[in-house]
């Protein structure tokens, strides 16, 4: 068992803290193929956002993901974040989840447990539901919430108004009239002493509406053994939702990328109508950037200063530099646009593509893996695909580069200050050198020499008076 960085150090040989991750459930509510823990909200997985304030607090190798329902799916989703698995084969609730974690948890004098479907948790109330039970030492400590509406939750009924000791937990399923009007609710986390817990979870019943071993009810076993349980109240109640539901997998999503919003704005970014931009957590936008609305920044994006965004832009997983323009109805993937640039409106870069400084690419042309120089432009209707092109280059409208025999892709080089005419295809592989004229509506099948003009195209033929000839012919008659 590594023992780095691990906070607290103990001497009887136990390792100090684990952080559990209840993530095996399917989800039922969400009446969704897929597992709960995986559908997204902020633009990661349920689950990668509780990792992620789980990991903040105690390391990974410390943090296990109880995993379950379409395990594989889950342990591949999450895996790179270095946290532990422990497999609930078969899913008979909270209470059973932590039974199944047994092995993996003993070695441990206090486990921190979370759910996997509440993703706005952060690492500081999670360090205070540790210290608050490190202060008190009970067997159990639940973090609880007070809600404007508590329906659906558990009920926290504690033993006086304002003593920390709790009696029970109760299931809405199983509240009393009068219980349900209890708006402290059970956030769902709790702390264990690891010994207690073992000790006393195999009076766990399933007598319940669910036929389910409810972890809830560790708080009523404990009670009986007269062993303490106690309530710790978070600051901010938002940190606890669940998402059971579609509707509210939706107000969490609002509520992430609403403070993602805010949290750019405060750092200098201008972003008008927040509600209709979609930003993942991990993007990154630096100050005197201006968003305009319904821009989405997907993935790992990030974004310089000065840039000014236009409506309706889509970027994932690129890097914009500082000063660029996108204007309206950009598509940006896995690309990088360096500073100074102007896009669109319309542009299309597909993967692999580096826009030069100060380049323009224009309306309706799609980029593919390809290089574009310092200074050159593509203004209209064009595609580059597979290509390297140099600085200062002028692609006229309708360029075409033909990298696809049917069979395997072929490159493109067009070196620095080459002019291609309008309408010109280059069929690669294929090179025209530094500084060399492609006539319009060329279609170049061989190398260019540099400063050299390439037309590739019948020559004009003009037959005078042919119109009014046609006009005296007898209809039906050949010419
Ligand atoms: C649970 C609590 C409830 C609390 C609420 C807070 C119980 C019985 N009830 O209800 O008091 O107010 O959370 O959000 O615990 N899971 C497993 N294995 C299982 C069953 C569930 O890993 O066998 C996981 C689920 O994937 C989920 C988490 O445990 O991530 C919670 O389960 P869920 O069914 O969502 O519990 P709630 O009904 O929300
Ligand atoms: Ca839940």
């Not at 092995?103 to 608050?132: K, N």
């Not at 309008?422 to 294929?430: E, R």
């Amino acid at each position: 068992m590594p023992k780095t960085g691990n906070r607290i150090t103990r001497h009887d040989g136990a390792e100090p803290v684990a952080i559990a991750i209840m993530a095996a459930g399917k989800g039922t509510r969400l009446k969704s193929r897929h597992p709960k823990v995986l559908h997204e909200v902020g633009g990661k997985p349920l689950l990668a956002h509780v990792i992620a304030a789980a990991t903040k607090v105690i390391p990974p190798p410390h943090v296990y993901a109880i995993i379950g329902y379409e395990a594989a799916r889950v342990r591949e989703a999450v895996e790179h974040t270095g946290v532990n698995f422990v497999l609930q084969q078969e899913q008979r609730g909270t209470g059973h989840a932590l039974m199944v974690a047994r092995d993996a948890l003993q070695p441990y004098h206090t486990v921190i447990v979370l759910s996997g479907d509440a993703p706005l948790i952060q690492p500081p109330t999670i360090q205070r539901l540790r210290d608050f039970h490190f202060t008190q030492s009970p067997a159990m400590t639940i973090l609880t919430a007070r809600l404007h509406d508590p329906t659906g939750y558990g009920r926290v009924i504690r033993k006086a108004a304002k003593s920390a000791d709790v009696r029970a937990i109760v299931e809405e399923k199983s509240a009393s009239p009068a219980q349900k009007k209890i708006h402290e609710i059970n956030s769902g986390f709790y702390a264990f002493s690891v010994p207690q817990l073992y000790q006393f979870i195999d009076r766990l019943a399933t007598d319940n509406a669910h036929r389910e071993f409810y972890l809830t009810d560790m708080a009523a076993v404990f009670q009986k053994v007269k062993q303490r349980v106690v309530a710790v109240e978070a600051h901010d109640p938002h940190e606890i939702l669940g998402s059971n539901t579609r509707t509210e997998l939706i107000e969490i999503d609002q509520h992430l990328r609403l403070a993602k919003c805010l949290a750019l704005m405060a750092e200098g970014v201008t972003i008008y109508y927040p509600q209709t931009c979609v930003i993942d957590a991990d993007a990154e936008v630096a100050a005197d950037t201006v968003i305009e609305p319904f821009v989405q920044l997907l993935g790992n994006t990030r974004i310089g200063s000065d840039c000014r965004i236009r409506s309706y832009s889509v970027i994932r997983n690129s890097v914009i530099g500082d000063g660029v323009v996108l204007l309206p109805g950009c598509v940006i993937d896995d690309s990088q646009v360096n500073a100074g640039a102007v896009l669109g409106p319309y542009s299309r870069l597909r993967p692999g593509c580096e826009i030069g400084e100060a380049a323009h690419v224009g309306n309706f042309v799609e980029i593919k893996k390809t290089r574009l120089g310092k200074r050159s432009k593509a203004n209209h209707l064009t595609y580059l695909g597979d290509s390297e092109i140099g600085e200062g280059v002028n692609v006229g409208a309708g360029t075409i580069t033909c990298n696809y025999d049917g069979a395997q892709k072929h490159k493109t080089v067009i070196e620095d200050g080459v002019f291609v005419g309008s309408d010109s295809t280059l069929v690669a592989p294929v090179r025209v050198g530094k500084g060399a004229y492609i006539g319009a509506a060329s279609c170049i099948t061989d190398d260019v020499p540099a400063n050299s003009l390439a037309l590739a195209r019948a020559r004009q033929i003009v037959k005078e008076g042919w119109v009014k000839q046609k006009k005296t012919q007898p209809v039906g008659k050949p010419r």
